[in-house]
């Protein structure tokens, strides 16, 4: 339950900085628990379940892009869509052997897949950048500054996402062993 209420909030969350406008800081936009959700989701979710989120996000994806931006649906969602499936499948490698050390990994490799895969899509789809190895090595030199805040906002919402849990279940513990006494 507790993976789809992080969904939930990972979804609205997108609509925040949209929200405030011009009040809202540009690294806003790229420190959002999107990542650790769908990483968390995938811990505790069969892989059959893959299509909950992808589902979820994509129609954040449109109602953004059509009633919030003003943006034409284009070929870049496609890729956008398909990180989600990955990071979720990503996620299913957790559950094996969950550690702070795996699930910083996961959450650096999501950043870095996002990174490339949402940037070759813009220099791909949209018509920026010259259709060249130099218009992709721009495109994604352009892109640098929002790729910090995604790593250091992915970090930061993966501990809290993935750690939350671990110290509600610690502290019930030290709960029931005072009652016990």
């Known amino acids: 339950m507790l993976a789809y209420v992080y969904l939930i909030f990972a979804v609205a969350f997108r609509f925040i900085a949209p929200v405030l406008g011009s009040r809202a800081n540009a690294s806003l936009f790229s420190f959002t628990p999107i990542l650790a959700a769908l990483l968390y989701f995938g811990y505790k979710q069969p892989r059959a379940r893959v299509w909950a989120p992808v589902l979820l996000f994509a129609a954040g994806d449109l109602a953004l892009s059509k009633l919030v931006y003003g943006y034409p649906i284009s070929a870049d969602l496609l890729f956008t869509w398909a990180f989600y499936a990955g990071a979720v499948l ?10 702070i050390a795996r699930v910083a990994g996961a959450s650096l490799a999501g950043s870095i897949a996002f990174f490339l895969v ?7 789809v949209w018509q920026m ?6 218009g992709l090595g721009a495109c994604y ?21 993935f750690g939350l849990p671990v110290l509600i279940a610690q502290s019930a513990s030290q709960t029931e062993k005072v009652r016990a006494r």
């Open 118 to 124: 949402s940037n070759f899509a813009v220099w791909a």
């Open 90 to 99: 990503l996620g299913s490698l957790l559950k094996d052997k969950l550690s």
């Open 141 to 161: 030199v352009a892109a640098l500054p929002f790729f910090r805040n995604a790593v250091a906002g992915d970090l930061v919402w993966s501990a809290l996402l």
């Open 129 to 134: 950048y010259p259709k060249t190895l130099a």
